[in-house]
């Protein structure tokens, strides 16, 4: 299957299996992934790059001590530790682009020394333990699909990295059905628990992009942001609880709905990327299945006019499930053919969603639609939209051919006020071009808002270059424009990518010392050692 054989109109994209990712390469591996046009004449005469063979990659020698290794085995299972070349290839870093380049050039130097898969929550409570005591550093792992170095931790100072990949814990531990909650282990990828709670009529709505291999844990430590947010929220805004295992025991967080004790602590540990020890299980609100789904194409003239439209709906409502604005440059590369935006192919590309029970979707559907109209959009009819959402997750297969191709595609994200976002989105789209241009790769700068909220919205950056002399080079480079331009127009440095390493500068210079010393003294209560995911996130 290429990626543009898209699921039938009855299909549900949603209802995938999980597929094992193998590095450096996204997705499922028995997908074969073909160019289409408009990315093939992106590469242009740019010069082939296939990358080593991962097979042909050596790690460094393995660092943990053996008496260390052999408590870790006697505890979880010989079966359950791996230090094998592939196993820890499969475990280094994440998936950005600076990420699959290093490994695609050989270089595994941040492999782990040893990947351990505990069986439940007391286990890695003791793993945890027993890598404190030995100053052996531990990298939470649930999907690996981090794109900000979340996975590749700051080793100096450590007798060794264990990466703790959670696979294991995959249960759908219970549902509540009247509360409309369920609890999830924290290694189940995102497709699965999606099967599990539709067996029992329910879902949880939350669709990444990287869905096919992020998961729970992830998910929660990442504040992940899913493509149908309009309708379901964040995933961070539907924790209602969570388990949390430190060097130091466990942390359980979350009695009731709502609760005037104190300062929220879920909210400490959402998004806290695994520096205070490891999210094993997550209780989750979930919604009814939906019971009908339509999707539907909207043109507006500019992207300054759909901004406006999307602004009007997430203020006075009614809100889509899915609700995106494409620029004209990625309207153009890749959601429409340009012909379907009528004669003048010069607008941006709207994409409403709709899912729910059978009598509400078409008065939503309605009420969205006369707001979208009033605000000068031309419906495109249901085309445009089911076909986002039929290949709403085959966007990431283009990546891997088309740096084979000698192309550098990666992506950023921000988020601001309503009021400050041409200025952003101007200031960042500068940044990137100015700095790769002077580096001899001019891009294709595209942008997209779908992420939207009462005060403002999220910026989603999509950079498409030609390999120069050092592409990753010329990438930190860019990035670093990028994040200094976010800065300074008072943006916030993330809306969902998180902070990981790449990140952790501007994420200080957003927060400031003092609140940075909090979260230090957070991490010493519950890692004295400082074991968990060290240069990470602080
Ligand atoms: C192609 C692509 C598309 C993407 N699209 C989206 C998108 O649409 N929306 C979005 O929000 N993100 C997106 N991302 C980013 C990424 O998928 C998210 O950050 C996701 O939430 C990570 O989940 P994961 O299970 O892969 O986490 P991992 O990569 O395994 O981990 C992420 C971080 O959290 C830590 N961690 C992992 N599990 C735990 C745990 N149980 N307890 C504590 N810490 C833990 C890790 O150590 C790491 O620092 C995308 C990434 C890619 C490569």
């Given at each position: 299957?290429t990626s543009?054989?898209?699921?039938?109109?009855?299909?549900?994209?949603?209802?995938i299996?999980?597929?094992?990712?193998?590095?450096?390469?996204?997705?499922?591996?028995?997908?074969?992934?073909?160019?289409?046009?408009?990315?093939?004449?992106?590469?242009?005469?740019a010069?082939?790059?296939?990358?080593?063979?991962?097979?042909?990659?050596?790690?460094?020698?393995?660092?943990?001590p053996?008496?260390v290794?052999?408590d870790?085995?006697?505890?979880?299972?010989?079966a359950?530790?791996?230090?094998?070349?592939?196993?820890?290839?499969?475990?280094?870093?994440?998936f950005?682009?600076?990420?699959?380049l290093?490994?695609?050039?050989?270089?595994?130097?941040?492999?782990?020394?040893?990947?351990v898969?505990?069986?439940?929550?007391?286990?890695?409570?003791?793993?945890?333990?027993i890598c404190?005591?030995?100053?052996?550093?531990?990298?939470?792992?649930?999907?690996?699909?981090?794109?900000?170095?979340?996975l590749?931790?700051?080793r100096?100072?450590?007798?060794?990295?264990?990466?703790?990949?959670?696979?294991?814990?995959?249960?759908?531990?219970?549902?509540?059905?009247?509360?409309?909650?369920?609890?999830?282990?924290?290694?189940?990828r995102g497709?699965?628990?999606?099967a599990?709670?539709?067996?029992r009529?329910?879902t949880?709505?939350?669709?990444?992009?990287?869905?096919?291999?992020a998961?729970i844990?992830?998910?929660?430590?990442t504040?992940?942001?899913?493509?149908?947010?309009?309708?379901?929220?964040?995933?961070?805004?539907v924790?209602?609880?969570?388990v949390?295992?430190?060097?130091?025991?466990?942390?359980?967080?979350?009695?009731?709905?709502?609760?005037?004790a104190?300062?929220?602590?879920?909210?400490?540990?959402?998004?806290?990327?695994?520096?205070?020890?490891?999210i094993?299980?997550?209780?989750?609100?979930?919604?009814p299945?939906?019971?009908?789904r339509?999707f539907?194409?909207?043109?507006?003239?500019?992207?300054?006019?759909?901004?406006?439209?999307?602004?009007?709906?997430a203020?006075?409502?009614?809100l889509?499930?899915?609700l995106?604005?494409?620029?004209?440059?990625?309207?153009?590369?890749?959601?429409?053919?340009?012909?379907?935006?009528?004669?003048?192919?010069?607008?941006?590309?709207?994409?409403?969603?709709?899912?729910?029970?059978?009598?509400?979707?078409?008065?939503?559907?309605?009420?969205?639609?006369?707001?979208?109209?009033?605000?000068?959009?031309?419906?495109?009819?249901?085309?445009?939209?089911?076909?986002?959402r039929?290949?709403?997750f085959?966007?990431p297969?283009?990546?891997?051919?088309?740096?084979?191709?000698?192309?550098?595609?990666?992506?950023?994200?921000?988020v601001?006020?309503?009021?400050?976002?041409?200025?952003?989105?101007?200031a960042?789209?500068?940044?990137i071009?100015?700095?790769?241009?002077a580096s001899?790769?001019?891009?294709?700068?595209?942008?997209?808002?779908?992420?939207?909220y009462?005060a403002?919205?999220?910026?989603?950056?999509?950079?498409?270059?030609?390999?120069?002399?050092d592409?990753l080079?010329?990438?930190?480079?860019?990035?670093?424009?990028?994040?200094?331009?976010?800065?300074?127009?008072?943006?916030?440095?993330?809306h969902?990518?998180?902070?990981?390493r790449?990140?952790r500068?501007?994420?200080?210079?957003?927060i400031?010392?003092?609140?940075?010393?909090?979260?230090?003294?957070?991490?010493?209560t519950?890692?004295?050692?400082g074991i968990?995911n060290?240069?990470?996130?602080?």
């Amino acid at each position: 299957m290429t990626s543009h054989d898209r699921p039938g109109p009855d299909t549900d994209e949603t209802l995938i299996p999980v597929v094992q990712m193998r590095r450096p390469r996204w997705g499922d591996p028995e997908r074969v992934t073909e160019l289409p046009g408009a990315a093939a004449a992106l590469a242009g005469d740019a010069t082939p790059n296939p990358g080593v063979d991962p097979s042909s990659i050596t790690p460094p020698a393995p660092a943990v001590p053996a008496s260390v290794r052999a408590d870790l085995e006697r505890l979880v299972g010989d079966a359950h530790v791996a230090d094998s070349a592939d196993a820890r290839i499969q475990h280094t870093r994440g998936f950005s682009t600076p990420d699959l380049l290093r490994l695609r050039s050989g270089d595994a130097s941040d492999a782990p020394d040893l990947v351990v898969y505990p069986g439940d929550h007391d286990e890695v409570v003791e793993i945890l333990r027993i890598c404190s005591a030995a100053r052996v550093a531990v990298v939470p792992f649930t999907g690996g699909t981090s794109v900000v170095g979340g996975l590749a931790p700051d080793r100096s100072g450590f007798a060794g990295v264990v990466s703790l990949d959670l696979r294991r814990l995959d249960r759908l531990v219970e549902v509540d059905d009247i509360s409309r909650v369920a609890t999830l282990q924290a290694g189940l990828r995102g497709s699965a628990a999606e099967a599990l709670l539709r067996e029992r009529g329910w879902t949880l709505g939350h669709f990444p992009q990287s869905y096919e291999g992020a998961g729970i844990g992830g998910y929660a430590a990442t504040r992940s942001a899913g493509q149908s947010s309009a309708g379901y929220g964040r995933f961070d805004e539907v924790v209602e609880g969570l388990v949390l295992a430190t060097p130091r025991g466990t942390v359980e967080l979350g009695t009731a709905p709502r609760s005037a004790a104190g300062p929220d602590l879920r909210q400490l540990v959402l998004g806290s990327e695994g520096v205070f020890g490891v999210i094993t299980s997550v209780r989750v609100r979930v919604r009814p299945a939906p019971e009908t789904r339509v999707f539907d194409g909207w043109r507006f003239a500019t992207f300054t006019d759909g901004a406006t439209a999307l602004r009007r709906l997430a203020q006075d409502g009614p809100l889509p499930t899915v609700l995106r604005l494409s620029d004209e440059a990625e309207t153009a590369v890749n959601l429409a053919d340009p012909g379907q935006l009528g004669a003048d192919a010069t607008g941006c590309l709207v994409v409403t969603g709709y899912e729910g029970r059978a009598p509400e979707v078409p008065r939503r559907r309605e009420a969205a639609s006369e707001v979208l109209a009033d605000a000068g959009g031309t419906l495109l009819g249901e085309e445009p939209g089911e076909s986002w959402r039929s290949g709403r997750f085959a966007g990431p297969y283009l990546r891997d051919p088309l740096l084979d191709a000698g192309v550098l595609v990666e992506t950023l994200e921000t988020v601001t006020y309503w009021s400050g976002l041409h200025d952003l989105r101007a200031a960042v789209t500068a940044a990137i071009t100015d700095t790769l241009t002077a580096s001899g790769a001019p891009p294709l700068v595209m942008c997209h808002i779908s992420h939207v909220y009462p005060a403002g919205a999220s910026l989603y950056f999509t950079v498409v270059a030609p390999f120069g002399a050092d592409p990753l080079a010329e990438w930190s480079a860019a990035k670093k424009a990028a994040n200094e331009a976010i800065r300074a127009a008072g943006a916030s440095i993330t809306h969902h990518h998180a902070i990981g390493r790449d990140h952790r500068d501007a994420y200080h210079d957003e927060i400031g010392a003092l609140a940075l010393d909090a979260l230090r003294a957070v991490k010493n209560t519950l890692d004295p050692a400082g074991i968990c995911n060290p240069g990470i996130l602080i």
